[in-house]
Antibody, heavy 116, light 111 residues
Framework: QVQLVQSGAEVKKPGASVKVSCKAS????????MHWVRQAPGQRLEYMGW????????KYSQQFQGRVTLTRDTSASTAYMELSSLRSEDTAVFYC?????????WGQGTMVTVSS | QSLLTQPPSVSGAPGQRVTISCTGS?????????VHWYQQLPGTAPKLLIS???NRPSGVPDRFSGSTSGTSASLAITGLQAEDEADYYC???????????FGGGTKLTVL
């Protein structure tokens, strides 16, 4: 079946970086863009940006511009989200989601905790 | 601050009908960009509920429906059930941001 499986929980110190992976299966990876969404505990969904899995082009939300990098490995059908200069406010669940204009398949989420 | 405004909470008794609004502007919903709705049950990933304003993916009950008018959109849930208790988010594209965005989310409580 179509699914996105994300990497496991991470604990990072302030100022560090984290890289989350999202492995796709059950469909042709390059047929759909991959989007990333952050959700702090008890808070709303925040759109981070997306990557064209075919050509690697990216578009980032202004809020995360300069700190987030989206990449993909087409041979592994895997997308990656790297967030740098982590601060306590980045403690959140990060989701990948497949889609063009709407997001029909979501990963299970990856909890990132930023703590000294 | 979200450019798509939703009420923080709505509630209804089992069997009733509730609506959740999503108010945007001329750079998103008013510009004709589609609105999509997601349901997020506690502790789980969001799930696509309505795509392209009023389309239900396979498996979504017809108790859920979407509509748009001007710069706003609405999600209607009829025959409310206890299992509908969740957070609901609208999502659209905004031309001033040149990117997608989510509403602030609405918590539905089934009384």
């Amino acid at each position: 079946q179509v699914q996105l499986v994300q990497s496991g929980a991470e604990v990072k110190k302030p100022g560090a970086s984290v890289k989350v992976s999202c492995k796709a299966s059950g469909y042709t990876f390059t047929d759909y863009a991959m989007h990333w969404v952050r959700q702090a505990p008890g808070q709303r969904l925040e759109y981070m940006g997306w990557i064209n899995t075919g050509n690697g082009n990216t578009k980032y939300s202004q809020q995360f511009q300069g700190r987030v990098t989206l990449t993909r490995d087409t041979s592994a059908s895997t997308a990656y989200m790297e967030l740098s200069s982590l601060r306590s406010e980045d403690t959140a669940v990060f989701y990948c989601a497949r889609g063009r204009f709407h997001f029909d398949i979501w990963g299970q989420g990856t909890m990132v905790t930023v703590s000294s | 601050q979200s450019l798509l405004t939703q009420p923080p909470s709505v509630s209804g008794a089992p069997g009733q009908r509730v609506t959740i609004s999503c108010t945007g502007s001329s750079s998103n919903i008013g510009a004709g960009y589609d609105v999509h709705w997601y349901q997020q049950l506690p502790g789980t990933a969001p799930k696509l509920l309505i795509s392209r304003n009023n389309n239900r993916p396979s498996g979504v009950p017809d108790r859920f429906s979407g509509s748009t008018s001007g710069t706003s959109a609405s999600l209607a849930i009829t025959g409310l059930q206890a299992e509908d208790e969740a957070d609901y988010y609208c999502q659209s594209y905004d031309s001033s941001l040149s990117n997608s965005m989510f509403g602030g989310g609405t918590k539905l409580t089934v009384l």
